[in-house]
């Protein structure tokens, strides 16, 4: 741990650090990782369980000392398909960001929403959740979203996604926004609408990075380097294809676009961020 930390000092980088207690196999519905024998219906309604996540994120604080600790990823997809389970993380939640801030008050504790799935775009559609965002007030220190739209079930193209489907983050939430997974899919998959290409993909992180500069996001986190080496199967077979770089390490095209804007001076955060 302290190598890490002396990294990110030599680097003068910052950590954001995600603790994901759901399992996104099942579209997040219940806790990951319980052993065997458990009571898995209870889950996140277990007190052994509220205070296992407690003591982890106190555990990461204290250690790793990050600059973010995201707790709870792409949460609002529990909070649909699993309402009792959400209750009892959001108790839990709270506990861990009371925890974390008594230690450690300058470490910004949030949890993370998927954006195509809020917005009614996923796999259920519904109008836009945004209420899931109020649920966490008053403990909130940033707001977090993965965005795959190639995954949504109304856009096929870039040139489809609305013109304000990132600008309108900015008009929830006047405090500090960070894109905490972003991918977009190189290849089109047999039974799946969207069509991708090098091309897409290099023309949809054009359009994110522009939009989270003008925006006054502060993070944006591409969600793989490389496309995994050997296939994903099942449904997440969806994410084979999102790496900026192909599986050998040879380039697709929008890994100049990541460099490019890497080397950029990091522009003044948005007011009130």
């Not at 219906?41 to 600059?67: C, H, K, M, S, W």
């Amino acid at each position: 741990m302290r190598l890490e930390r002396d990294l990110l000092r030599q680097y003068d980088l910052s950590l954001l650090f995600a603790i994901d207690p759901t399992d996104g196999a099942v579209q997040r519905t219940r806790v990951a990782g319980l052993p065997e024998g458990s009571d898995t219906e209870a889950g996140f309604l277990r007190d052994d369980v509220q205070e296992a996540l407690v003591a982890y994120a106190i555990y990461i604080a204290t250690n790793y000392e990050p600059e973010y600790l995201a707790v709870g990823v792409e949460i609002n997809m529990l909070r649909a398909r699993a309402p009792g389970q959400f209750v009892g993380f959001l108790k839990a939640y709270t506990k861990v960001y009371d925890a974390v801030k008594s230690i450690r008050p300058e470490t910004k504790v949030f949890p993370t929403f998927q954006l195509e799935d809020l917005l009614g775009r996923l796999t259920q559609e519904h109008p836009p959740q945004w209420d899931a965002i109020g649920a966490f007030q008053g403990r909130i220190d940033a707001l977090a979203f993965s965005t795959y739209p190639y995954l949504s079930s109304s856009i096929r193209l870039v040139r489809e996604i609305p013109a304000d489907y990132y600008t309108q983050l900015r008009e929830r939430f006047t405090g500090e926004i960070l894109i905490s997974e972003a991918g977009y899919a190189s290849a089109t998959i047999e039974g799946h609408s969207w069509v991708g290409s090098e091309r897409e993909q290099e023309e949809f992180l054009t359009l994110l990075l522009e939009h989270a500069e003008a925006n006054g996001f502060s993070v944006v986190v591409w969600g793989a380097e490389r496309d995994p080496v050997q296939s994903r199967q099942g449904g997440a077979a969806v994410l084979n294809d999102v790496g900026l770089r192909y599986s050998d390490g040879s380039d697709k095209l929008a890994w100049a676009v990541w460099r490019e804007w890497a080397r950029r001076p990091l522009p003044a955060p948005a007011e009130g961020n």
